[in-house]
């Protein structure tokens, strides 16, 4: 006889008791090497045999104050691995599906990815399609003109979006002119970008000095860096790879209120200078910003809602800079009830500070915080990406392994000085987009100014 679920979780007595949870034991022992090449470029190669194949992510600082660079790299990272002499797109294709592999590339104002994965007995395969495109991509012009053409229609589409336009508006809040703020080009700029442009901007910036490239899978560490070593020979140069230029602190100051006339809801984006992931504070940081947002049942989604219901998603994270880290503060509400989401951000933010989290939030959030970071290593390719973002801030796969342990290692009053230091609502700045006709109430509460 079958019985329910409700029937198995409980006893004459009551419900049974959740048995404790287990030890969170993280990767420890990994077989790994470190190595900077002669021509410059870092290699992390870690083996970890879970499955038949290897994970591959290469970054290469790609910054530029040229106001085109970023149309220009979107169409490079778009035609990358669509010919060279060797190879044409259909070739590229077929030779990494021989293998069972894939490679992509994409873009962002710090760097250019490129990552993908094949079957551990196709490794020479894959690092030979890279290297191919490293050193002898060609852009032919019918691929750069398809892609241009795919890429024009898709930003056109993405400016139009609430969460496009608003992230736009709070780094140009944040950060002004500076190149990092550049993450999406004009449709315009990118309709102006030929080949011959392409093919330079890929000859002065797709350089191995300074880049890193990570390797995660079923390959002896030592033979992984003599492989890289012989495919990327001839990718060298005497030049580095291109950083961007240091951010500006966010400056705390009001609110910008960023009119969207016919908009039927606001969108929140709040910013605070925070620390880096080298900073001793960074833990109590990381474990204070999951107690107030960082997670489902946090203080900031508890309020508005759950309790509120001004919103359907509302979070907190840190995001990651070149060289630190800022506190951002994310959410969506109707017009009707944007004054109201400010009113309880705000208190959520001084709350953090005069009631600080609990010895059981800081509890919660630690395991939390461990749970998710094993899970997120424990496959290849989740451990590839984690360690190629750790890898271009110049950390390695020790910083990974002993994280859980600086976690475990918080104290209470750590994450509370973490809370009254870095949620003080007097530190931050940010925007909320929506139509102003509608959002006067905002007045009666201050810190906004309309754009």
Known sequence: MSRSADEIGRTERGPRPLPPLGEQRAATGLSSVDKVLDNG????????????????????????????????????????????????RIAFDTDLALVGGELSAVVDPELLSIGGNALASGFDTLLDVLADAL??????????????????????VARSQPSVIARQALQKHRYGD??????????????????????????????PRGSVLVLVG???????????????????????????????????????????????????????QAISRTDPRYPALQLANLAFGGFFSSRLVENIREDKGYTYSARSSLEFTPDGA???????????????????????????????????????VRQYAIGSLLTSTSSQGGLASQIAALAILGLGVDWLTRHPDRLKAVTVEQVAEAALEFFAPTRFTGVIVGDAARLTALRALGGVTLQ
Do not use: N
């Open 135 to 156: 050193t002898g991509a060609t852009y032919p012009d019918d691929e750069v003109e398809g892609e241009r053409g795919r890429l024009i229609e898709r930003i056109t």
């Open 178 to 207: 500076h190149p990092f703020t550049r993450e999406m080009p004009e449709a315009g700029d990118v309709a102006v970008v030929e080949a011959a442009d392409v093919r330079a901007l890929h000859t002065a910036c797709v350089l």
């Open 326 to 364: 800022t506190v951002l503060v994310d959410t969506d509400t109707a017009s009707a009830v944007t004054a109201g989401a400010l009113l309880e951000i705000r208190y959520e933010l001084g709350r953090m500070a005069m009631a600080p989290p609990t010895e059981s939030e800081v509890d919660t």
């Open 218 to 272: 079923d390959v002896e560490p030592a033979r992984a860096i003599a492989a890289v070593a012989g495919a990327l020979a001839d990718w060298k140069s005497d030049k580095s790879a291109s950083v961007l230029p240091p951010l500006p602190e966010i400056t705390p100051q009001d609110l910008l209120l960023v009119d969207r006339p016919g908009s039927v809801q606001s969108q929140f984006r709040l910013s605070a």
């Open 41 to 88: 470029l870092r290699v992390i190669a870690v083996h970890q045999p879970t499955v038949p194949m290897i994970e591959l992510r290469l970054r290469i600082p790609f910054a530029g104050d040229d106001l085109m660079h970023a149309a220009r790299a979107e169409v490079l990272a778009a035609t990358i691995l669509t010919g060279t002499d060797k190879r044409d």
